[in-house]
């Protein structure tokens, strides 16, 4: 039996032409479209699709880790594609662990797509290529760099702001949260880099999934 896909994405013209061109492709039983959170939802609840596509456009990427976490849990069966603005290695592999089984970036072009249906209906993950080539050159520029014991501990205040980092927030965001100033903040965010041993926002948030502080 064909399986059933809701892409859930805008603007109309973008999803209704590709609708028609996996139309043609004759893979899918039904194509079904979303453009609101709302219709995904009800959607969902009624009658949910073997494969749902879920673009960047519709979600902040805090707010994109959380839909995927509950449509997972509310439907396991559901195998999600993110369409992504080119995401950092970081955040595709946290998407991964929240339960996607394929990730492209919006670059890609139709047949990497047919690809990676092809890859879910044989109950095969996917990534894209340009994704897989930023992994690659994350992985090669890291390897140098695995010494990533604390000199120190974190403080309690500090570990809160690790979390904080790694929730996308930005110094104003975490001084408004906080309620705490911007240059406190910067002293915070570079007493962790200097304890954690790392350069940059990235090794804090690499460190903080090996070691299990954040999923």
């Not at 949910?48 to 879920?54: D, R, T």
């Not at 976490?69 to 955040?91: A, F």
């Not at 690809?115 to 209906?121: E, F, V, Y």
Request: aromatic letters at 6%; glycine letters at 2%.
């Amino acid at each position: 039996m064909k399986p059933r896909l809701t892409i859930f994405d805008e603007p109309m013209l973008y999803t209704e032409g590709l609708s028609k061109l996996l139309t043609q492709s004759k893979i899918f039983n039904t194509i079904d479209i979303c453009n609101s959170l709302e219709t995904l939802s009800k959607h969902l609840k009624d009658e949910p699709p073997e494969i749902l596509v879920i673009s960047s456009n519709m979600f902040m990427l805090t707010e994109l880790f959380k839909s995927v976490e509950t449509i997972i849990s509310e439907h396991n069966n559901i195998k999600i594609i993110i369409i992504g603005n080119c995401y950092d290695v970081i955040d595709i592999r946290k998407l991964f662990n929240k339960g996607i089984k394929s990730y492209l970036d919006k670059t890609c072009r139709y047949n990497e797509f047919i690809k990676s249906i092809n890859a879910l209906l044989l109950n095969e993950i996917y990534i894209c290529d340009h994704a897989k080539e930023r992994m690659i050159s994350f992985i090669s520029n890291e390897q140098g760099t695995r010494n990533l014991h604390i000199r120190d501990p974190l403080t309690r205040r500090e570990m809160e702001i690790l979390k904080l980092i790694c929730d996308g927030f930005s110094s104003k965001d975490i001084s408004e949260k906080l309620f705490i100033s911007i240059n406190t903040v910067e002293t915070h965010r570079k007493r962790i880099l200097l304890k954690l041993n790392v350069k940059n926002t990235a090794g804090v948030v690499k460190y903080a999934i090996e070691n299990h502080i954040i999923d």
